[in-house]
């Protein structure tokens, strides 16, 4: 079973979805962390160029009488930009593809773990089948044995044939158990094929050995065992940290982004402007918008979880009721009942309503003790239909 499991994890498609999914979270921690880094750009152009203007009419004509105003320009840029601050977006986006590709991991260890269970449950399934069949076999054998014994012994009139019929009785219903066993193996090795992705070799197959030394010793052990190592339960947590890194990529637009830019400049006979002309510039840029029509508060609102109900200065927030875990998925909480639309006067009337006074009950009363009696009498009619005037006690 251990050579199937190894070649079950190595080669099952959902392990394999799994792990090019952690693989690519990790390359997405690598591009997050690239947003620290120093970002160079190269720029560069050449071609003729003509300019028609007063200007250049004058200044692009030769001693010699010759225009000149189409010339080849050659211009080379190489920029370097750095960025020193931006409102901890980078740090918050290099956080969130880090906490990614622990869900990532977790992930494929569960998907590892459930297609483990999947194996040895069609291992043990097809095991458990065959060794039932091997039962149902020896006890059809058995059973006919003991018919035929019981055949010989009515043959020398020492049985009777009520015995002969039993033992038939039972031989049909260990048969009826045989084929409800052998039909079971086929579904079991179907399930086997499902997931294995070949035929079961039945010859081979050994019952396993429980590793009864892995087990956890006490059941508090075991439950803690399951809430700090359980894949799922640890993904979950850390999507909840996802969700927090979001809000501080999303508070990050708020911030001014301050950038050291450094640049280099090459031009040779650009814009009408004969000769080579060298520059550089080291600078400090910030940015900080201002306005933009609230975009970004509406994108925070927008985003799954992300809603947040407005408060006045001096009163609490505001929460939303939440069902309690009890409770029906239709039954709504006594605060939610939808309202009827009456008046107060309109909703006093109608309850009201409902109440009897004190003669009217104890009519209603005599009339449903008369009821009950004329209910009793006709059912002793039914009862006696010879004497329909008795009653019996």
């Known amino acids: 079973m251990h050579d199937e499991l190894r070649g079950l994890l190595a080669s099952h498609p959902e392990v394999r979805s799994r792990t090019n999914a952690l693989e690519s979270a990790n390359k997405a921690v690598d591009e997050a962390f690239a947003g620290f880094l120093l970002s160079l750009d190269l720029s560069a152009d050449t071609g003729p160029e003509g300019i028609d203007s007063p200007g250049a009419r004058t200044a692009m004509t030769s001693p010699e009488g010759r225009n000149e105003r189409r010339r080849t320009r050659y211009v080379t840029t190489v920029t370097g930009t750095q960025n020193l601050f931006d409102g901890f977006a980078t740090s918050a986006e290099l956080d969130q593809a880090q906490l990614n590709a622990r869900v990532a991991r977790f992930t494929l260890e569960g998907t590892r773990q459930n297609t483990m269970f999947d194996g040895i449950d069609a291992y043990l399934n097809v095991l458990r089948q065959k060794r039932l069949i091997e039962l149902a076999r020896s006890n059809e054998r058995t059973i006919m044995r003991q018919l035929n014994l019981e055949d010989e012994r009515v043959q020398r009139g020492a049985g009777i044939a009520v015995d002969v019929l039993e033992s038939k009785r039972r031989l049909q219903l260990a048969k009826e158990r045989r084929v409800n066993f052998e039909d079971a193996l086929e579904d079991a090795v179907s399930q086997y094929i499902q997931v294995f992705d070949h035929a079961p070799d039945m010859d081979a197959m050994v019952d396993p050995v429980p590793p009864v030394e892995l087990l956890p010793a006490t059941q508090d052990q075991a439950v803690s065992i399951a809430s700090t190592e359980n894949p799922a339960v640890s993904s979950s947590r ?136 004329r209910r009793r009498e006709r059912d002793h009619r039914r009862a006696d239909p010879v004497h329909p005037g008795v009653l019996r006690s």
């Open 238 to 373: 850390l999507t909840v940290e996802v969700a927090h890194q979001l809000r501080r990529a999303a508070r990050a637009d708020y911030y001014p982004t301050f950038d050291l830019v450094g640049s280099y400049n090459f031009e040779k006979h650009r814009d009408s402007v004969i000769g080579t002309r060298r520059e550089w510039s080291v600078l400090l840029q910030a940015t900080w918008n201002l306005f933009n029509g609230q975009r970004v508060r509406n994108q925070r609102l927008g985003r799954p979880g992300g809603a947040e109900l407005p408060r006045q200065p001096g009163k609490p927030r505001i929460r939303h009721p939440q069902r309690r875990r009890g409770d029906a998925p239709g039954v709504a909480a006594a605060g939610d009942r939808p309202r009827t639309g009456r008046s107060p006067g309109e909703r006093r009337q109608h309850r009201l309503r409902g109440v009897r006074s004190p003669q009217a009950a104890a009519r209603g009363r005599q009339g449903d003790g008369d009821q009950r009696a």
